[in-house]
């Protein structure tokens, strides 16, 4: 979505509540009606913590979900920005820019739909599940893999709205022993048509190129989101770019924004061996 001039000024709301839900996991909540109305599953905001200036640039996350006029980020502490974030509490101020992005497209209410997650990664594919469960007439499944048992994030809510879960833990403590890529076999491997599924996939870049290697060849439609360093959000700095396969040369790698084409692409259109480990 391009964004003129006048929608880059980043809004200042109200936080309603900031609370650690699983160790370095935040969920956080502000008062937002205009993003609330707007947000689409798999679109993002960029966050800021005012009137501080270090990080000078907002930090890029995932509508996580909406509830009336107040929307919800899901985030992991991974260095300043974040860490800034999660000692904001209830009534500080937070500039949020958005709704960014293309977000996921919806599929008909009768694909079966399976959704991929790996981590924090979760948050970019809960508000999709929620969507999912609203309009779906056939089953939604969420295959979703962390490290420790303690990353997995509460989904009773979804459970309760009929969503099938499947749990890996690399540390084995739940569901299956490992990553979430056996899993994702398991399902590919039943024999079922791929034209009667779809598939959303978020996680670390490792997660996603490994499960995009198992789809390859298999004809599946699939929805990657993709996460890369932002400077603005809005496809201006170029900060985001990755390589992608050139439309009219498929051997050629030509370079994407992340924010405004993105960040939810065709792992087909991706150009993997580009991208750095
Ligand atoms: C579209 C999009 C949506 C995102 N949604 C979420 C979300 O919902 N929840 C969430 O927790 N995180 C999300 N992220 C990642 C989040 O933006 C970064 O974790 C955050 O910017 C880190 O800021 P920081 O200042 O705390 O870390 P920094 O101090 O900037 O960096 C700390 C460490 O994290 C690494 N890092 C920072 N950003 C990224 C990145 N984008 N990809 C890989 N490694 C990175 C750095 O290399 C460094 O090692 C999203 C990113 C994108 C692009
Ligand atoms: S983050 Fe600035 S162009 Fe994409």
Redesign the pocket.
């Known amino acids: 979505m391009e964004l003129t001039p006048r929608d880059t000024i980043a809004p200042i709301v109200h936080i309603v509540s900031n609370r650690e839900i699983a160790p370095e996991i935040f969920l956080i909540a502000f008062e937002a009606p205009h993003l609330a109305k707007q947000a689409l599953p798999g679109q993002?905001v960029m966050l800021s913590v005012p009137p501080l200036y270090d990080?000078l640039l907002p930090?890029?996350?995932?509508v996580?979900d909406v509830e009336g006029s107040v929307v919800k980020?899901?985030?992991?502490?991974?260095?300043?920005?974040?860490?800034q974030l999660s000692r904001t509490k209830k009534g500080d101020l937070l500039k949020v820019l958005g709704p960014l992005?293309n977000g996921f497209s919806l599929p008909d209410p009768g694909t079966t739909s399976i959704v991929v997650a790996g981590g924090?990664g979760i948050?970019?594919v809960y508000f999709l599940l929620v969507h999912l469960l609203k309009r779906a007439t056939a089953p939604t499944t969420l295959l979703y893999g962390v490290r420790f048992k303690q990353e997995l994030i509460p989904l009773e809510p979804l459970e309760e709205r009929g969503l099938l879960i499947r749990i890996a833990t690399e540390d084995g403590r739940q569901g299956v022993q490992g990553t979430v890529a056996p899993l994702l076999q398991d399902t590919l491997d039943q024999g079922l048509p791929e034209t009667d599924r779809e598939y959303f996939v978020c996680g670390p870049l490792a997660m996603l190129r490994a499960v995009a290697g198992r789809m390859d060849g298999r004809g599946v439609r699939a929805q990657f989101?993709l996460?890369?360093?932002?400077a603005c959000g809005y496809g201006v700095c170029q900060g985001?770019v990755l390589p992608f396969k050139d439309d009219a040369d498929p051997g050629q790698v030509r370079y994407r924004k992340?924010?405004t084409e993105g960040?939810v692409f065709s792992p087909d259109s991706i150009s993997w061996e580009a991208i750095p480990e």
């Open positions: 993002f990080p930090r890029p996350f995932a996580f980020v899901l985030y992991r502490t991974v260095g300043k920005g974040t860490g992005g924090i948050a970019s989101s996460e890369s360093r932002m985001c992340v924010c960040p």
